[in-house]
């Protein structure tokens, strides 16, 4: 076979990297490079520097080191039973695409990630290889997010954590029946206490020494996984009881949730389907609602029916309507706990109430300009010059919200 | 009298805050000032009176930023507004905060179109190299139409960004460039710049791969990277034809029938290491428990230790360590161990539950105790450990380890200090765990209770050596 050129290398290993769904840049230590010695920098917020038609930020070169794999996950186009075409980056050559991108303004910094060749030590031990190049020779400050292979040794894990913002591993599948099913080699205990090790090891950087040295920073963006939705029969209360174990255990910065899409060169355990893009959205938004808006995850399933989250309208609302009892809630005494509940309010909204408050009290005006959704929460709330009266309790106000039902088109 | 500061296009804003200090500071209403950048026509009131003399004044510090900021809006009225609020929040330090007031509102939508501006540009902003050949820094040039006059704001960022290379970004009006770190801009006006470089190719090609054609979300995309920043883009022309194919590429995936197996897969497969099994603790599903935990924290020390240690059950930290009294409950009970003289070396410890049992909230976790039926499925563990480790006595810390211990689930308290027998015919001593003393209001009365009853256990186990 004729050595690939780069090009179509980067084509190949591009293309199998597109279904992980992660491309935060954000949340790491603030970096810079104005000393003139190196590249890059990082400061707090992500930036993303192209979208594609999809809908999908690009914010890292996304990358897989290899598409060469010996494990056989069904969802996946790598797997060692696809025909898919396969390349391997060298080390050189992921460096060279890393920082000539990144001098051009192209990407915030390098998501790398790869199929398992020979043994999980093997092909973390590259990966290491690559961020090391990358930090010490090239002096490359930007960020680097790599992906973690749960069986590999503590002593090649320790060096990712120091060299790379943020580490991850995905579960992929909700339930470890569904691992056992579509992921045989994989474990999902093996990958849990791989993350509980990380999580350990990040608390570890953050106690000082006994000379009073702050410890180096270990994975200062936190980890994070990601899980197919609609590839297993999981429904969404299952997959949300799984992220809420997610976060407070390993104390993930995110778990992305990636609508199972359709892969050339499918295996027929797993028929294609068009991704569920609906079902992925909300679930996103009973992400946020567990993460900033203080709901539990049995809280959100309560208002699911038969564990499935409304399509039509967001959890928050689903929410609401199911616990009208719990409203109006009184703009002008209401706790944060409680703004926080009301359909419109988002968590920006709500800490400019509570700051808004202390110049006086506010009308329905007021929550406009603050840039609250007031149509949405109109029916939950008092304000200075507004009750919803007999709103909050109408039999439809869910019609209100919901999308008006589809007529049928005669063919 | 009618003032007329004129502002220049480099260091506007700096301009109107030695302005608006000079006219604040002498109560200057706003309706006597007409602002205008230098260029703009000069209007009826030409040049205005001389600025009078700036005196102390003092400004919430979030205002500053504020117009810094509000200074780069196009928007006519600006400075206007700025000057009105200015006035307002002397001795208000509150009025910034309240995002319910109109012009305090405007000010903040302005900010915001600066701010999205800003970030626009460092996304779209595309370098392209124009290194000479014997040059010692690699040299990069960019073309960018920024909606308001961001200039300044922005190119420390990109200083701080290239520092091993030098830059130059062309705008309409302003040219900035940075050589040797050093940030300099003039303001001179240009047209747009045709520029490419080789590796676009490359980045092109990464950007027609990374798209999904099974996702095709055109709105998503068109809202944050607009059509009007699309010329400047090297990837942007390949927009068109990706959307179109993608229908096309989705169903192709759908009809191709699953293919078969390449020959060297079966043979990969076979060759995979057999992973080992986890061990009869680790899949243990006598009770519901472990299904939410990390892992199984069976006991730790040597076999044949004389004395075994039983806590009630893993907590967070042992969860994720998979060793047995290494959270705060464990280094306390380590502490307070060397206080009473007790080698903790020669116990054996370990917990009557061996999965940590907790409620989710949010990024924490919540100790829950277990049910009796949860401690009563976990015995066989803890009997299996006493029947290999052959311990002389046991110390049952807490009412659950004193519970499956003794079988006796009595008021802990009355009993602690006291040696009972237990199930296994072993004496068992009793005392209280050592989470209640960092739980407890009066943890100086528990502290000293548990020391005095692990006193007790040295003493026992110097006995058992006399033997």
Redesign the interface.
Known sequence: MAKMQ??EK???L??A???DASCASSGTTKR??????????T?GSG????????????SL???LMTNFC?Y?CAYCINR????VPRARFTVEEVVH?TT??Y????IEGLFLSSGIIKSPDDTMADMVRIARSLRHDH?FRGYIHLKTIPDASPELIEEAGLLADRLSMNIELPTDAGIKAYAP?K?G??I??A???V??RKEAAKERTHTGRRAEKFAPAGQSTQLIVGADGANDATILQSS??L?????LKRVYYS?F????????ALP?I??P?AREHRLYQADWL??FY?Y??DEIASAATDGMLDLEIDPKLAWALANRASFPVDVNRAGRDMLLRVPGFGTKSVA?IL??R??GT?GFG??K???ALVNKAKPFIITRDWSPGGLTDAANLRARFAPPPEQLSLL | MIYAPRLPRLGAFEAWRDAARALASNDVPADDIHWAMQGDDAGLFGDGAPLPAPREMMVPAAFVSLARRVCAHRAPGAHDLLYRVLLRCRGNA??L??????QV?QLEAWAKNIRRDM?KM????????VTPQEANR?Q?I?WFEPDHRIEELIAP?F???????DWVIVTPQITTRCA??DVSHEAVQSARLDLS?E?????R?????????????????QS??PKKYWKN?P?ADL?PG??AG?EAQ?RK??D?A?????L??ER??DR?PI?EG?GDL?ACARCPIGA?A??AVGGAGPMGAPLMIVGEQPGD?E????MPFVGPAGQLFDTLAAEAGLDRDAAYVTNAVKHFK?T??????IHQSPHKSEVEACRVWLEREITQVQPVFLLAMGATAAQTLTGDGSALMARRGTVERGREGLPVLITLHPSAILRSEESDRLRALLVQDLRQAARMLEEIRAL
């Open positions: 780069i090009k980067l084509a190949l591009s293309d990297a597109k279904y810079s490079s104005a000393d003139g010695t190196g590249l890059g920098s400061e930036i993303c520097h192209a979208y594609a038609p999809d809908g999908r930020c690009i070169l996304k990358i010996i056989d060692v039973s696809s025909q695409l000539e991108f001098r051009r303004n192209y002096h080699e474990n205990d093996e849990r206490r993350m509980g090790r999580q350990l809420t174990r976060y407070s255990s390993y104390k609508a899409s359709p892969i050339p060169d499918s295996t027929a294609l068009k991704p893009l567990l993460r203080g539990q995850a400019r700051s808004a202390r110049n506010l007021d929550l300009r603050i840039g | 509150r009025l905060g309240n995002r319910a007031d109109p509102q970030h460092k996304a779209f902003v595309r370098f392209r190299e690699r990069f960019s960022f200083a701080r960004r290239f520092g091993d290379m040797g770190g470089d590796t676009e190719e490359l980045w090609t990464y950007y027609a791969n990374i798209f999904n054609p099974a996702r095709l979300k055109i709105k998503a995309m944050e990277m883009l990837e927009i990706l959307i993608a989705m995936m759908q191709d699953p293919s078969l197996p390449p060297r897969a990969i497969l995979l992973r986890l680790n939410m990390t892992q930290r969860d994720l360590a998979g907790f989710p909230r949010g990024k924490r976790r």
